[in-house]
């Protein structure tokens, strides 16, 4: 059964620090505005409910998405996706990294409609899991509580709690043959991504 996207929010996780790039990958410039400028754009397309997880609502408030703090204390990634799916309107949440340009909507509603009877619906590529490029209910939050207060940081370290559709490569390809959806911004050598013609065009 497909999934209606009217029950799906979105949640944007930047609270990271960007060591490796030096900078707010954020908002590095991609065809003349901010990379999160893009990811906001392309989650529009799918949902009304667009949140950004941060501590710095002065930086990305302007930008049409409402921010909610982070996960306190800081604990990376699997902290603010707890905040988010605590926070979101609808049942379902569609999780992205903020510094993934390539969105595709194509495979996101893809695996908006393969969530079913599962909790998590994640690719998998030949380097594992992409759980900052997937679709969570809400009653994922609470597994993902207990890890964090076990000390646990790892994003995937939940997944043993719930009911989990692994999308593999073969499976997400047909939605997405490049690839591009799932590319990540994380160090000045990523930036040629979005400056080659052979991406881009």
Request: net charge negative; aromatic share 6%.
């Amino acid at each position: 059964m497909i999934q209606s996207t009217s029950t799906v929010s979105a949640i944007v996780l930047a609270g990271g620090q960007s060591r490796r790039m030096g900078r707010d990958k954020a908002l590095i410039d991609f065809q003349g505005n901010p990379v999160i400028v893009h990811v906001i754009a392309a989650l529009r397309e799918l949902t009304e409910d667009v949140l950004v997880v941060s501590n710095r609502a002065d930086l990305y408030s302007p930008f049409g998405a409402r921010v909610v703090p982070d996960y306190h204390p800081p604990c990376g990634p699997l902290g603010g996706l707890a905040v988010g799916l605590q926070t979101m309107l609808h049942e379902l949440a569609i999780v992205v990294a903020c510094d993934m340009p390539f969105l595709n909507v194509t495979l996101l509603r893809g695996l908006i409609e393969r969530i079913a009877q599962y909790d998590a619906v994640v690719p998998q590529t030949g380097d594992g899991f992409e759980p900052l490029h997937a679709v969570y209910r809400r009653n994922c939050h609470d597994p993902i509580v207990q890890r964090l207060e076990h000390g646990e940081r790892r994003v995937i370290s939940f997944f043993a709690d719930v009911r989990l559709r692994v999308v593999p490569e073969s499976e997400w390809r047909v939605l997405d043959p490049t690839g591009r959806s799932l590319v990540n911004l994380n160090t000045p050598d990523d930036l040629n991504l979005l400056r080659s013609p052979a991406e881009n065009g």
